[in-house]
């Protein structure tokens, strides 16, 4: 059996604007998908995945990836499960030239769903090398990446930047501006997460963007302007010493950033009540700074507070199902001892 796992992440600056050419600066935060990987005698593929939940709902299915299975899970999220997991494992083949190799799969994942963390690109990065490494063969974790932004691309019919795969496999803070991708510097950043419970469908919120960029020329300067903010930030973390705790300084300037960005978003239609609702609770609380963070449309929001203020607010905010504190992951992809 081998295992790996790989972590989730949160945007400090730039997704959506990262689909057209734009630099964001995603980083890997310590909530993990572990992918377990068994050969089998055949070239059937059987999966577990144990944490597909959605509202609340836990369920365990399994079968050969030609049977659906029979479970109490809406059909879109099985089949996009099964589709990443197929994905992964057509990429792991691939790398090892190995076609007709089959396996027993089993996806543990303590990344909301759907929710911006990036959980379906912990679970292709996880997958594949999990898959490739049963098979006898080690890539390098920019492989990996590279095969898992294959897959993503694939599965989300194009609409896909090497933002989350790159940083998951990677770790740490990283820079992504179309095919140029690459790790960064950057202090351990006090990041606040807030969760509404909900999800996004990443590719429709990608699409109604395009569109909007495509009909006026102010919602293609606010794309341009995401990426202007972007370079901004990132010039202050490339002052910042890494190896020392982030002053207030930094954090006031990286927030004024995170806050301008979440209204950037919000113009461009991917915010929402709830996402709207658990920002200003951080900044009332104190945050220097908070934004939604991924797709949008539900899920996630980060925030910027080395106290526990802004984690405790959201606690008692209605929107806010779940708050808890994500440290920057150093770790990308990594295999785990069972
Ligand atoms: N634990 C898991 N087990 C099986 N499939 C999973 C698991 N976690 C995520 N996935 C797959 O990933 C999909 C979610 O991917 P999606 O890109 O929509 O959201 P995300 O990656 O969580 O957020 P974002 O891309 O906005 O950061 C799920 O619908 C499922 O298909
Ligand atoms: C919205 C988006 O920018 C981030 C989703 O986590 C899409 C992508 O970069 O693939
Ligand atoms: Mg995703």
């Not at 995945?49 to 109490?72: E, H, K, N």
């Not at 504190?325 to 150093?330: F, G, K």
Request: net charge negative; charged share 25%.
């Amino acid at each position: 059996m081998t295992t790996c796992s790989a972590p989730g992440k949160v945007y400090l600056f730039g997704e959506h604007a990262v689909v057209y050419g734009e630099p964001a600066v995603p980083c890997a935060v310590e909530r993990r998908a572990r992918v377990s990987v068994e050969p089998r005698e055949d070239d059937r593929v059987r999966v577990d995945a144990a944490d597909l939940s959605l509202d609340g709902f836990t369920v365990t299915w399994g079968g050969s990836i030609d049977d659906r299975p029979d479970v109490d899970v809406p059909a879109p999220l099985l089949a996009a499960a099964m589709e990443y997991i197929e994905a992964a494992v057509d990429q792991a083949r691939a790398a090892a030239a190995a076609p007709d190799a089959g396996f027993d799969i089993t996806v543990e994942s303590d990344i909301p769903l759907g929710a911006g963390l990036g959980s379906s690109a912990a679970v292709v990065v996880a997958g594949i090398d999990a898959a490739t490494r049963a098979l006898g063969t080690e890539l390098p974790p920019e492989e990996v990446a590279r095969r898992a932004y294959e897959a993503e691309y694939e599965v989300q019919d194009g609409q896909a930047s090497r933002a989350d795969t790159y940083c998951s496999a990677m770790g740490g803070a990283v820079r992504v501006e179309g095919d140029d991708t690459r790790t960064i510097d950057a202090p351990a950043l006090p990041f606040v997460v807030g969760y509404d419970g909900g999800a996004g469908d990443t590719g429709e919120l990608v699409a109604g963007v395009r569109a909007l960029r495509e009909e006026h020329a102010f919602a293609a300067d606010t794309v341009e302007t995401v990426g202007d903010l972007t370079r901004e930030g990132e010039r202050l973390l490339a002052e910042a010493d890494p190896d020392a705790p982030p002053s207030e300084a930094l954090l006031a300037d990286l927030g004024e950033l995170m806050d301008f960005n979440h209204g950037l978003l919000a113009a461009l239609g991917v915010s929402s009540r709830s996402l709207d609702a658990m920002v200003w609770a951080a900044r009332e609380a104190g945050a220097h700074g908070a934004k939604l963070t991924g797709a949008g449309g539900g899920g996630c929001t980060v925030a910027l507070d080395p106290t526990d203020e802004t984690e405790h607010a959201l606690g008692y905010t209605a929107e806010c199902e779940q708050s808890f504190r994500a440290e920057l992951a150093t770790e990308g992809v990594r295999v785990e001892d069972r």
